[in-house]
Nanobody, 122 residues
Framework: QVQLVESGGGLVQAGGSLRLSCAAS????????MGWFRQAPGRERDFVAA????????IYADSVKGRFTISRDNAKHTVYLQMNNLKPEDTAVYYC???????????????WGQGTQVTVSS
């Protein structure tokens, strides 16, 4: 089992930045890919970004390319999502998740955090 706890969400104006963190505990010795997803009210949970265990592979949703950066520090069992030039349409609950493979679909992810709210005002 892996437990994931997100932090760093909040309210920010359009054009601003936030950095989300996701701390893992439990079976952190396993080499999981980590991903970020987001879910806005009334919408499905959408893929945002993912990073392989080594950090050598990263993938992004088209909507965040060039604005968001995913990274990880395996020594701290933590994955980050740096979000720049935020837009009102980025408003959502952001979830981190762990998977055995680099993937964009939610069914590939085995463990999920509880989420952190990001609100971008116009």
């Amino acid at each position: 089992q892996v437990q994931l706890v997100e932090s760093g969400g909040g309210l920010v104006q359009a054009g601003g930045s936030l950095r989300l963190s996701c701390a893992a505990s439990g079976r952190t010795s396993d080499k999981y890919t980590m991903g970020w997803f987001r879910q806005a009210p009334g919408r499905e949970r959408d893929f945002v970004a993912a990073i392989s265990w080594s950090g050598s592979t990263t993938i992004y949703a088209d909507s965040v390319k060039g604005r968001f950066t995913i990274s990880r520090d395996n020594a701290k069992h933590t994955v980050y999502l740096q979000m720049n030039n935020l837009k009102p349409e980025d408003t959502a609950v952001y979830y981190c998740a762990a998977s055995s493979a680099v993937a964009k679909y939610t069914s590939a992810y085995l463990y999920w955090g509880q989420g952190t709210q990001v609100t971008v005002s116009s």
